[in-house]
């Protein structure tokens, strides 16, 4: 498993080498763009638009545009010299309890081992955390910006979450149709309680399948042996009353 960033976690005068790792897999069916007309492999090339040539990615430097034409080129040896802590460590600011912070935060999941002399104060934060029920937050130069991260005791290791700073999330108030104001009876709000708790039961991962590519590996192995697959039919449209589908919806769950 290659690491996707090497630095320390620091909390206090204590300082952890560590790496990260992603904690997220990919599993989606990679396609390639072709061409329609004669099967040619569709590429999508870096052109300058002053000289017309494709451009190599060696040969591509970053800029700012301060106005139309007009840019500030920052090298590589530029963003290096960053005076940020952040760009090497995550520096813990403050622990806080899990449910403080809302789940619309979260963003992206990395595994944190200790890298070598580090084993022992990396268990200590690990369980001290455990103890105290808290996790941290600081910050992490990652990708050209300075991301905010929290740190929370897993399986005894470390999660590292990346999470949004506050300007980065759309206000609800901008969602059409958010919070309707629409009358619900008691008695709806009754039987819709009786439907989740009969469907509630121990979360099992395991139990769910990424079910559409596992449709489209068959349609490719149909495809590849001449065959074809049949398509569903549309689900059926119920036009009873939401209290008779709440009904009807009980009584299914009691017959599985």
Not at 16 to 33: C, D, H, M, T, W
Not at 36 to 43: A, P, T, V
Not at 62 to 85: C, H, M, Q, W
Not at 216 to 223: F, N, Q, T, V
Request: proline fraction near 5%; aromatic fraction near 8%; include cysteine.
């Amino acid at each position: 498993m290659k690491a996707v960033w090497k630095g320390s976690i620091s909390f206090g005068l204590v300082n952890i080498p560590v790496k990260l790792y992603n904690a997220g897999l990919s599993r989606e069916i990679q396609f390639r763009l072709l061409h329609k007309k004669d099967g040619g492999r569709i590429r999508f090339r870096k052109v300058c638009e002053k000289c017309g040539e494709d451009v190599s990615r060696e040969d591509t430097v970053r800029a700012f545009e301060i106005s139309k034409n007009e840019y500030v080129i920052l090298t590589e040896e530029d963003f290096k010299s960053l005076p940020l802590k952040s760009t090497r460590t995550i520096e813990i600011q403050q622990f806080f309890d899990p449910s403080e912070l809302d789940i619309i935060h979260y963003e992206h999941f990395y595994y944190a081992s200790p890298d070598r002399g580090g084993e022992k104060s990396f268990a200590l934060l690990t369980r001290a955390m455990e103890r105290a029920g808290s996790m941290g937050i600081g910050k992490m130069t990652m990708r050209g910006k300075e991301r905010l991260m929290t740190l929370r005791p897993y399986h005894g290791g470390i999660v590292v979450c990346q999470i949004r700073y506050l300007d980065e999330i759309k206000p609800i108030a901008e969602v059409p149709g958010w919070n309707p104001e629409v009358d619900v009876s008691d008695e709806e709000i009754g039987l819709a309680v009786q439907l989740i708790n009969a469907m509630k039961k121990p979360l099992r991962l395991e139990d769910y399948t990424d079910n559409y590519r596992m449709a489209l590996s068959r349609l490719i192995e149909a495809k590849l042996s001449g065959k074809e697959i049949q398509a569903p039919a549309p689900p059926s449209q119920h036009t009873e009353s939401l209290m008779d589908a709440l009904r009807a919806s009980l009584e299914s769950v009691g017959d599985l």
